[in-house]
């Protein structure tokens, strides 16, 4: 079992930037994958971006070359970088451990306004 929260969230106006914890109350040194996903209102549940325990990355194309996600494996943190926010990348921002099991944190509010 981890348990997963995140922190980070919050409003801000376009082209602007935010920062995204998700702190696992385990060491998540062997979890294969830790990821981060967003829902929009009326949206389906989205892969925003992911980082495989050898720290290989794969990323959304409508986020690639403005977020970056890393982990920390000493602070059992995972982090995602957002700049150049838009609008469109409103939504709640939840974090996931894969591997082994599935583990999912409460989720974070990001507003982004025009």
């Known amino acids: 079992q981890v348990q997963l929260v995140e922190s980070g969230g919050g409003l801000v106006q376009a082209g602007g930037s935010l920062r995204l914890s998700c702190a696992a109350t385990?060491?998540?040194?062997?979890?294969?994958?830790m990821a981060w996903y967003r829902q929009a209102p009326g949206k389906q549940r989205e892969l925003v971006a992911e980082?495989?325990?050898?720290?290989?990355?794969n990323y959304a194309d409508s986020v690639k070359g403005r977020f970056t996600i890393s982990r920390d494996n000493a602070k059992n943190t995972v982090y995602l970088q957002m700049n150049s926010l838009l609008p469109e990348d409103t939504a709640v921002y939840y974090c996931?451990?894969?591997?082994?099991?599935?583990?999912w944190g409460q989720g974070t509010q990001v507003t982004v306004s025009s």
């Open positions: 996931l451990a894969r591997g082994p099991g599935i583990f």
């Open positions: 980082i495989t325990r050898g720290v290989s990355t």
């Open positions: 385990r060491n998540i040194i062997n979890i294969a994958t």
